[in-house]
């Protein structure tokens, strides 16, 4: 998409480009009425207001001071990070725990560049942010000066669409075009970069503000008759499976998907970013599929006779070998982003459009078929491979400490995790029942996501239990953040599942490159005393015994608090889809059997 540089503001005057100084040119700032004169600055703010934002994050620097001069009197909540990656996680799981729009904010340069990571994990997941970072002064750009860097060509992979803005006048309208292209369609993050010049310029605000999108369409309603083939292929089929995916959650089609599961009687099987879009004690439950799925959920969709994807990407994680995956099915594939159709998996019947409204309509065409022989085989393979480990082991097991959080939390809690090997085990051995439960990096897995997601979800959720539930090198990488969750005394828990490696890929090294562990251990602090040394409190946990009582004090915590986990080292999430097998082709099967 193109930028929105050079778009004009002629409708509006721009009074003076700059003022003596940036706090003279606010000070003279009018914040009143719609047709008034306004600095730059102070239109951002009204208009974030106006689209209803009362919450942001970020971090100050020299060309956004005016920005942030305008917030200090704004009735809008501000957490600053300790980094901006993690301001930007902390928006991205806002965005992700709350279905609004997460802002952050950075300053040029360096600050910017710091939020690419943060883009890159929203935009692979589809959450929507709005990003605004400050610029070097118009006629300095592209002169290397102070803090300059090319934000806008930096983030353009990164983000859904973005802009620098150089006139006052196009402020408002640009502010509402972000709001709007970040939280319609596929949904994702949008940066606008402010000129430093533009925030303090004086401008006139009674022009016209509809927003200019001509190139930007979003199909929400299903077309009819595609909606009539989907049916008719649920109706006939006797091997069906419901494949969902993130985009039912942020599509908030949750009810949606129960009525169509239960109605057209189907077996749901989720990914990592679809877990609590469907309750997962629900007998039709398969839990989660791909790499680290069930074998239940696996087998059924090798040999389903029809896949009904909703709001799924069909990503690598998911099918394994694509030429393998699910064989003898037809496919039908529901998705807001027509992109995504027959992009890495042929789709027999696509239905472009908001997954909610197509479930809606496709629900009144579907019948209850009871399918005996098809539910029976899946019993079987639920009774032959259900997830499981050894409850007799001498050391802690992760999938206990996991089990145990679930226990003692009702499975109520919102789980935000790290990634690898914990990610995996929270996934598999915490119950999801509703959606924006579990709040996890899934596109671009991005270790040190999880202490700020939980910071972010617990801003958006403040009387939710939210838990971290990471990994040791994870936790390493953001644990500065543990410092802004005690300043605005936010009680999250984080639970290490210390390994006292990078698990995930140690297993990947033990199992194909004949255990020779490569730069795959740290040496790790105490946790517990980083913890309270930054005003959290911090337990550490090294015998089974004392696991249950260790989350009970944890729970019990008013302050965040952190729990050292001394973890089995060498254990590995099963099963496992080797990367590049089809997806029935699991590792690990042998050794779950022999747990029983
Ligand atoms: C920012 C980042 N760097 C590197 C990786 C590659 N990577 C994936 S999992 C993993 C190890 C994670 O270790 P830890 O956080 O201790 O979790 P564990 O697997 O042990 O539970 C690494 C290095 C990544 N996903 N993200
Ligand atoms: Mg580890």
Redesign the pocket.
């Known amino acids: 998409m193109a930028v929105l540089q050079g778009l004009s503001g002629k409708d509006n005057k721009m009074v003076s480009k700059s003022g003596s100084s940036p706090q003279d040119a606010l000070r003279r700032a009018d914040s009143g009425g719609k047709s008034s004169l306004k600095a730059g600055a102070q239109i951002i703010v009204d208009t974030l207001i106006e689209q209803g934002v009362d919450t942001m994050f970020g971090y100050t620097g020299g060309v956004v001071l005016p920005l942030f001069d305008r917030l200090y009197d704004a009735p809008i909540k501000f957490i600053i990070p300790r980094h901006e990656q993690g301001g930007c996680h902390m928006a991205d799981a806002y965005a992700r725990a709350s279905g609004k729009v997460g802002v952050v904010v950075a300053t040029s340069g360096p600050g910017a560049c710091n939020l690419v990571t943060g883009l890159a994990t929203a935009m692979m997941d589809s959450v929507p942010i709005v990003a605004l970072t400050g610029q070097v002064r118009t006629e300095l750009i592209g002169n290397d000066a102070f803090q300059e860097a090319d934000t806008t060509g930096i983030t353009r992979p990164v983000t859904k669409y973005n802009c620098i803005v150089k006139d006052a006048g196009d402020l408002a309208r640009t502010v509402r075009e972000a709001f709007y292209i970040a939280s319609t369609g596929r949904q994702g993050p949008v940066l606008i970069d402010l000129p430093v010049d533009v925030e303090v310029a004086m401008c006139r605000t009674d022009g016209p503000d509809e927003m200019k999108l001509p190139g930007y369409r979003v199909r929400t309603k299903g077309h009819a008759k595609q909606i009539s083939m989907a049916a008719k292929a649920i109706n006939k089929s006797e091997q069906p499976v419901l494949y969902v995916g993130g985009g039912v959650i942020s599509a908030n089609a949750s009810e949606e998907l129960r009525a169509l599961a239960e109605k057209a009687h189907l077996p749901v099987t989720t990914t990592l970013l679809g877990l609590g879009s469907y309750d997962q004690s629900q007998p039709c439950s398969l839990d989660m599929l791909g790499m680290h799925g069930t074998a239940y959920a696996n087998y059924a969709v090798q040999e389903c006779d029809l896949l009904i994807a909703v709001g799924a990407r069909f990503d690598d994680r998911v099918t394994g070998k694509v030429n393998t995956f699910a064989p003898n099915a037809k496919i039908v594939h529901i998705d807001i982003d027509p992109a995504s159709i027959s992009k890495n998996v042929h789709v027999d019947i696509p239905v472009v459009g908001d997954a909610k409204a197509i479930m809606a309509e496709l629900v009144k065409e579907v019948e209850f078929r009871e399918r005996k022989v098809w539910f029976k085989r899946i019993a079987e393979w639920k009774k032959k491979f259900p997830l499981r480990y050894d409850k007799n082991s001498s050391t802690i097991k992760p999938q206990y400490v996991v089990e145990e959080l679930c226990r003692q939390t009702k499975g109520e809690a919102i789980i935000t995790t790290?990634?690898?090997?914990?990610q995996m085990w929270a996934a598999q051995f915490y119950r999801f029942s509703r959606p924006r439960q579990l709040i996890s990096s899934g596109g671009l897995?991005?270790?040190?996501y999880g202490l700020p997601a939980a910071i972010g979800a617990q801003v958006a959720m403040p009387d939710a239990t939210v838990i971290d539930i990471d990994?040791?090198?994870?936790f390493n990488?953001t644990m500065a953040e543990l410092s802004t969750a005690v300043q605005y005394e936010l009680p999250i828990k984080v639970c290490i599942?210390n390994?006292g490696?990078?698990?995930?890929?140690r297993q990947w090294q033990e199992l194909f490159y004949g255990k020779r562990y490569a730069m795959s251990y740290l040496s790790n602090p105490d946790y517990a005393s980083v913890a309270s040394a930054l005003g959290a409190v911090g337990i550490t946990v090294d015998k089974t015994a004392d696991v249950a009582g260790a989350v009970k004090k944890m729970l019990g915590a008013k302050r965040p608090c952190v729990v050292d986990f001394r973890i089995e080292r060498e254990e590995n999430v099963w099963p496992m889809v080797p990367a590049g097998k089809s997806l029935d082709e699991m590792n690990g099967l042998d050794i779950l059997e022999r747990l029983i």
């Open positions: 790290g990634v690898g090997q914990n897995g991005t270790m040190g990994g040791d090198s994870g990488m599942l390994n490696y990078m698990g995930m890929v």
